[in-house]
């Protein structure tokens, strides 16, 4: 099991950028496919991005291709994820976790405390 912690959250308006940041503590990430899910006010989670633990790009879901862009960074243990063009319907908390592909689809574990995100318009 691996502690993630995220970071890079904050405030801004409709257009603008933000970079989460996902570290852990005590472990590498390194051997590990990393991605983001999201939790928006009254909706059930949505799976984001699934970065696998080469740095290739597993899974984006439809509705941030083109605005948002995950990498890693091995020598820093982190793994990143660019967000531009944010909506407002981009407003939640944001948690980093393992990723896999299962039975129904990518599915994720060990989420961290997560990082919110507000969008305002």
């Known amino acids: 099991q691996v502690q993630l912690v995220e970071s890079g959250g904050g405030s801004v308006q409709a257009g603008g950028s933000l970079r989460l940041s996902c570290t852990s503590r005590?472990?590498?990430?390194?051997?590990?496919?990393i991605g983001w899910v999201r939790q928006r006010p009254g909706k059930q989670s949505e799976g984001v991005s699934c970065?696998?633990?080469?740095?290739?790009?597993?899974f984006s879901a439809d509705f941030v291709k083109g605005r948002f862009t995950g990498s890693r960074d091995k020598a820093k243990n982190a793994v990143y994820l660019q967000m531009d063009r944010l909506k407002s319907e981009d407003t939640g908390m944001y948690y980093c976790?393992?990723?896999?592909?299962?039975?129904?689809?990518?599915?994720?574990?060990?989420r961290g405390q997560g990082t919110q995100v507000t969008v305002s318009s």
């Open positions: 976790a393992t990723c896999w592909y299962g039975v129904g689809g990518y599915e994720y574990e060990d």
């Open positions: 005590g472990s590498s990430l390194n051997d590990y496919a």
């Open positions: 970065i696998n633990s080469s740095g290739g790009n597993a």
